[in-house]
């Protein structure tokens, strides 16, 4: 979906965003990695889901500094399809938290126990990846 449809469905609007905004965002990624980290050892489906925001908070920082921002429902689906749009290829971390986006619904709602190791290890390595990649993007 293009940055024209998404504003034209209202699903994302033009915003002017501080510096402070967007870094902050990314601090926010950078504590999540390391706290999935410390969960790996505890609590798989936690570490899973730290992951997932890292990575979401990543995503959301990108689409502020391209100045844009989720309206309405949906706001995960809307800030995965924007980065996606917006981010191209040397990005398929996106479709990894698209993936992650499901499996987390099932984790926190549904079920204890869903997430194995290998997932968790995954997706702490494809936040560690994506944030990496996004801040070399964001940074001035």
């Known amino acids: 979906m293009s940055i024209a449809e998404l504003e034209r469905k209202g699903l994302v609007r033009r915003f002017e965003p501080s510096a402070d905004e967007i870094r902050a965002l990314l601090q926010i990624a950078e504590r999540d990695v390391s706290v999935a980290k410390v969960l790996l050892g505890s609590d798989l489906d936690w570490a899973f889901n730290v992951a997932y925001n890292a990575m979401l908070q990543t995503a959301r920082a990108w689409m502020l500094k391209q100045k844009f ?24 971390e996106v479709d990894v938290l698209d993936i992650m986006r499901k499996k987390r619904h099932r984790a926190v709602y549904g079920e204890i126990g869903v997430i194995s190791k290998t997932e968790a290890e995954n997706a702490l390595k494809s936040a560690e990846s994506f944030l990496k990649k996004v801040s070399k993007k964001v940074s001035p």
């Open 69 to 92: 921002r989720p309206v309405g429902e949906s706001h995960h689906e809307v800030i995965i399809d924007f980065a996606r749009t917006t981010l191209g290829k040397g990005f398929e």
